[in-house]
Structure formats: structure tokens, C-alpha cells
């Protein structure tokens, strides 16, 4: 899964993983994309984790935002 390979180095606690975790999740099933080595997916992978960077914390509105963002909605 691309948010893990993304998060490897990352000073974020095992809660936050998951949360960004479940986002990527939501934003993928969002976004029908299924193949998780698919180019597309480390982007929207990089996405929700800046996203989550900037203090957003529910799963379901960075995975929103995300897919917003992406302008693929």
C-alpha cells in the first residue's frame, strides 16, 4: 500500500497511521481505483497525508478533501 511505503519515516503515532490509513482507504473506494501500485494511488496516497498535515483529524473529511482537491469527484 503506497500511504505506508509514503508514512515509513514518518514521527507519526500508530493512531495517526491508521486514521491517514482509513482516508486513503475511503479516498481509493471513493475514486474506484483499485490497483494499489497504480501511479495514481501514491498521489492520492501524498495527498491525504498533506492534508492531514495541515490539522484536519476525521478520516472522512481528508478523504473528502483529498478527492476534491484531486478534482476527480
Known amino acids: 500500500m503506497p500511504i505506508n511505503r509514503v508514512l515509513v519515516h514518518s514521527k507519526l503515532g500508530p493512531d495517526e497511521i491508521e486514521n491517514l490509513n482509513l482516508a486513503f482507504r475511503q479516498a481509493m473506494r471513493s475514486l474506484q481505483l483499485v490497483d494499489r ?18 490539522g484536519v483529524r476525521d478520516a472522512t473529511e481528508i478523504a473528502a478533501i483529498a478527492v476534491k482537491q484531486l478534482g476527480m469527484s
Not at 501514491?42 to 492531514?52: C, F, H, R
Request: proline letters at 6%; hydrophobic letters at 55%; charged letters at 30%.
Open 37 to 54: 501500485d497504480d501511479p495514481l494511488a501514491e498521489i492520492v496516497a501524498k495527498k491525504i497525508i498533506a492534508i492531514g498535515a495541515t
